[in-house]
């Protein structure tokens, strides 16, 4: 899964690497993204999981993206895009995503019938894999009833005649939890190949508070300082001046702020790293531009390195303890890491 910005890495330089890795697909959000991809990536499977609108099924049949479809509009869209490109029947793929509880996207088992219907042997389109997500991948009840419902959904599509090859289901989650569900059964029941779209845990988070076991985050994010001041007991740091120094302080200025993904709620809450120690953030994250106070870390000096995610001699601030303090997810806090901010690689580059 490398959608959005391949979670805030870098679609590019995460792309290059998975695809020598030997990822041969990979699953982005929307058309753009998917357009993106196809220029890193010429040779891969690439899988749109989100809806399309009309205008665009002409650019994915042109890139060979692979779209999820679940609703007959879409599906007549493509069909008029596969026959303007010439292709015969069957040689467009598509992935049929069935709701087996999310409730976001997909057909419900029991409104199959209606959309397989267009599946002929005349279509251009072909149902490759039968995908579903679940929407509590640590919670073994709710996966269990998921499942039941995927296995119903796959019975009617067998009974309408198609054989899709693949089925498609689960997440890092069912990646990194032994037993996360019974897909693998179900699979090999129908004589499919299962595939599972691995997300966050590719960039060395794990999916919920619980498996973070043997996962490394592979992306760290740093700064400078550029700018020092020695300031009075009684100064007022930053918008709303929310923060007050209690004692002669000395500050330290980064050049990164929320629009950066920096999130304001880490005023005077969150730290960074500088020197190996952790300096508190001082006053209110603003757009470009963050204080954080270092009058108990000897030493700095303007250029100095600042670490906002990553590792610094003996301390680490990982995307998990930021979204722990802003009470969100490492995903959202990868995500919000903004188009200012450059995604360098520091390993091997690689190529598709
Ligand atoms: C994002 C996404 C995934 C990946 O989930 P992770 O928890 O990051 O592994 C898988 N499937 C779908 C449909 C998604 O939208």
Not at 100 to 125: H, I, K
Not at 205 to 227: D, F, H, I, N, Q
């Amino acid at each position: 899964m490398v959608k959005a910005d391949a979670y805030g890495h870098g679609l590019a330089l995460c792309a290059g690497a998975l695809a020598a890795s030997g990822a041969s697909w990979m699953g982005v959000t929307c058309v753009e993204e998917g357009i993106a991809l196809r220029r890193v990536c010429p040779g891969a499977r690439i899988v749109i999981l989100s809806g399309i609108w009309k205008g665009e099924a002409d650019g994915l049949v042109e890139n060979g993206l692979t779209p999820v479809v679940w609703e007959r509009d879409p599906l007549q869209w493509l069909e008029m895009a596969a026959q303007r490109s010439g292709a015969g029947p069957g040689q467009v793929p598509v992935h049929l995503e069935i709701d087996t509880g999310m409730s976001r996207q997909g057909v419900a088992p029991e409104r199959l019938d209606s959309l397989l219907n267009r599946f002929g042997l005349e279509s251009p389109l072909r149902v490759e894999a039968v995908m579903t997500h679940f929407h509590s991948p640590d919670n073994e009840a709710a996966t269990r009833q998921q499942e039941a419902a995927l296995a119903r959904a796959l019975d009617i599509v067998a009974a309408a005649g198609l054989r899709p090859e693949i089925l498609s289901a689960g997440s890092s989650a069912a990646a990194l939890l032994a037993d996360a569900d019974g897909v693998d059964a179900l699979a090999s029941r129908m004589g499919m190949k299962r595939m599972l779209r691995t997300g966050i845990g590719l960039y060395g988070y794990s999916p919920c508070a619980e498996t973070a076991a043997g996962l490394e985050p592979v992306l760290s994010w740093k700064t400078r300082v550029v700018a020092l001041r020695e300031v009075e007991a009684g100064t007022r740091v930053g918008y709303d001046a929310t923060f007050t120094a209690h004692r002669k302080s000395q500050l330290a200025l980064l050049p990164v702020g929320y629009a950066d993904g920096l999130n304001r709620l880490l005023s005077n809450r969150g730290s960074v790293l500088v020197r190996g120690r952790r300096a508190p953030i001082a006053g209110r994250v603003s757009m470009d531009q963050t204080v954080v106070d270092v009058t108990d870390i000897p030493g700095v000096e303007c250029g100095d390195e600042v670490v906002l995610i990553g590792k610094q001699g003996e301390e680490t601030i990982t995307a998990a303890d930021l979204a722990q303090q802003c009470g969100t997810i490492s995903y959202e806090i990868l995500c919000d890491l903004g188009p200012r901010v450059p995604r360098i690689l520091v390993d091997e580059p690689a190529g598709c």
